[in-house]
């Protein structure tokens, strides 16, 4: 047996698939350790659905792992995730004028980190205004709905 359970005929198909999609456009900031982490999970939680009657172990090792290798680069190539939208990691590892070693997110403004995370799409000082009136509404509530607000 291999890693936990899984057949070494398993675990030798998940390293081969996680370590070629490691490799892949689709995911170059991730180990493939990370990859294989995924793909044994997801065959760990379908094994109760294998049926020896329908078809080989192999067969469904294979396919179980052939359709996590597709979800993941589904997801990864969904929406804001698309890996060809991002130009670089927030965690890359850089030098800062002082010469310390910090990474890119933590040298950007916060206006530059939450454009970048989707996380405000306005100026600083609008968001501020929005902020106060929302705080202004909130104080006008009863305070049953307040609390259903701030939910």
């Known amino acids: 047996m291999g890693v936990e359970g899984i057949s070494d005929y398993a675990e030798?198909?998940?390293?081969?698939?996680?370590?070629?999609?490691?490799?892949?456009?689709?995911?170059?900031?991730?180990?493939?350790?990370?990859?294989?982490?995924?793909?044994?999970?997801?065959?760990?939680?379908?094994?109760?659905?294998f049926d020896p009657s329908r078809a080989s172990f192999r067969t469904f090792v294979d396919r179980v792992v052939k359709h996590k290798v597709a979800s993941i680069i589904e997801a990864r190539k969904a929406g804001l995730r698309d890996y060809r939208r991002q130009q670089w990691s927030l965690n890359d590892p850089l030098k800062t004028p002082d010469g310390r070693r910090a990474e890119r997110g933590d040298m950007l403004d916060q206006d530059t980190t939450l454009l970048r995370t989707g996380g405000a799409n306005r100026p600083a000082g609008e968001r501020i205004d929005l902020r106060d009136d929302i705080r202004t509404v909130l104080a006008g509530l009863p305070p049953e709905l307040r609390g259903l607000a701030a939910t």
């Open 12 to 49: 030798n198909l998940i390293r081969f698939k996680a370590r070629k999609l490691a490799r892949t456009a689709a995911s170059p900031e991730v180990d493939w350790e990370d990859f294989a982490q995924d793909m044994r999970l997801d065959l760990w939680r379908r094994l109760s659905k």
